[in-house]
C-alpha cells in the first residue's frame, strides 16, 4: 500500500518486502473482520514494528508497513500493542498513529521483545467467561533473533496465532558454521533446546537440507505447546528479485483450524510460491 513521505524515520526495505505487507494486509483483513462478532476483544500484537512506512531500496516509492497496514483494516483491532528495540521507530509510529487519529487503543514499547515480553504480555486484556480474547502477533525480525522462549510465553496459556518471519535464507543459511558452534546460543534461543546439533550433524549426513530441518526444529517446538501441525506444508517462501532466491519464509501457527482457513485464503492471493517442508 503506497504511503507520502512525512518527515518521520523511515527506513529502506527491499522490493520483496512489498509481498510480506500485502500479505499482512490480507490477513489482518480477514481476521480482524472474520473474528468481530465471535471474540469480544480482538488483539493485534507486533513484536517488531518498525516506523510504520518504509522506502524501497532505490526508489522514491514509500509504502506502509504492518502496524500501520494493521490499523488501516476496515474492522480495526479492539487493542494494538507495539513494540521496537530502536527508540527512532517507536517514537515515529506514534506520531503516525497519532496523524490516523483513529482513537484506537495502542500500545508502544520500547526495548528487546525478548526483554520486555512480561510488560507485553501485561497490555493484553485478561480472558473471561464475559470477555474471550483472540490475539493475533506478527514476528518480523531480521535475523534468527527472536527466541523461543518469548514465543512460549504469549502463546502457551493465551490464545494466540502467529506469523513469523523465519529468516532461514538470510540468516540461518548464511551464518550455520558460526551458530554450530557449542558457544554459540543464537539457534540455541531460536529454537529453546540445546541439544539440536547432534540431529542436525546426521541429518546433514542423510542429505537434508538446513532449511527443512530448522523449520521440523521449530514447528516441533510450537507443537509441544499447542499450535496444529500443519505449519510446514503452509510457508510462504519471500525471494530476492536480484537473484530470485529464498530471503525467508512467513510461518504462520495456530491452534485451530480456523486460522489455517484465513490462512490458506491469503496464500491463495498470493503469488509467491509455497513451501511445502
Not at 557449542?182 to 534461543?189: A, L, S, W
Request: proline share 3%; net charge neutral.
Amino acid at each position: 500500500m503506497i504511503a507520502s513521505k512525512d518527515g518521520f524515520y523511515t527506513p529502506e526495505v527491499g522490493r520483496w518486502s512489498e509481498t510480506k505487507y500485502d500479505l499482512i494486509f490480507n490477513y489482518t483483513s480477514l481476521f480482524s473482520t472474520g473474528m468481530k462478532k465471535i471474540w469480544e476483544r480482538r488483539v493485534y500484537i507486533d513484536l517488531y514494528s518498525g516506523s510504520g512506512k518504509a522506502q524501497i531500496r532505490n526508489t522514491d516509492k514509500v509504502v506502509y508497513t504492518s502496524p500501520l497496514l494493521a490499523i488501516k483494516v476496515n474492522d480495526p483491532f479492539d487493542k494494538y500493542i507495539f513494540c521496537d528495540i530502536d527508540e527512532k521507530n517507536v517514537t515515529s509510529l506514534q506520531e503516525r498513529i497519532n496523524i490516523e487519529d483513529k482513537k484506537l487503543d495502542c500500545t508502544l514499547i520500547s526495548g528487546d521483545c525478548n526483554d520486555r515480553i512480561e510488560e507485553i504480555i501485561s497490555k493484553i486484556p485478561q480472558y473471561s467467561k464475559e470477555q474471550k480474547v483472540l490475539s493475533f502477533c506478527f514476528i518480523d525480525p531480521f535475523s534468527l533473533k527472536i527466541k523461543f522462549n518469548t514465543i512460549k510465553k504469549l502463546g502457551e496459556k493465551l490464545i494466540v496465532d502467529f506469523l513469523i518471519l523465519l529468516a532461514f535464507g538470510m540468516d540461518g543459511k548464511r551464518n550455520i558454521s558460526i551458530y554450530i558452534e557449542e558457544n554459540n546460543d543464537r539457534i540455541d534461543n531460536f529454537l529453546g533446546i540445546t541439544d539440536w546439533r547432534v540431529r542436525w550433524r546426521e541429518a546433514e549426513k542423510n542429505g537434508l537440507n538446513l532449511v527443512k530441518f530448522l523449520a521440523d526444529e521449530f514447528t516441533s517446538q510450537m507443537v509441544k505447546i499447542g499450535y496444529l501441525n500443519q505449519a510446514n506444508n503452509n510457508f510462504i517462501s519471500i525471494k530476492s528479485d536480484e537473484k530470485n532466491l529464498p530471503l525467508y519464509y512467513l510461518a504462520f501457527y495456530s491452534k485451530h483450524a480456523r486460522g489455517y482457513d484465513f490462512w490458506n485464503k491469503v496464500k491463495q492471493l498470493s503469488d509467491q510460491p509455497e513451501l511445502g517442508l
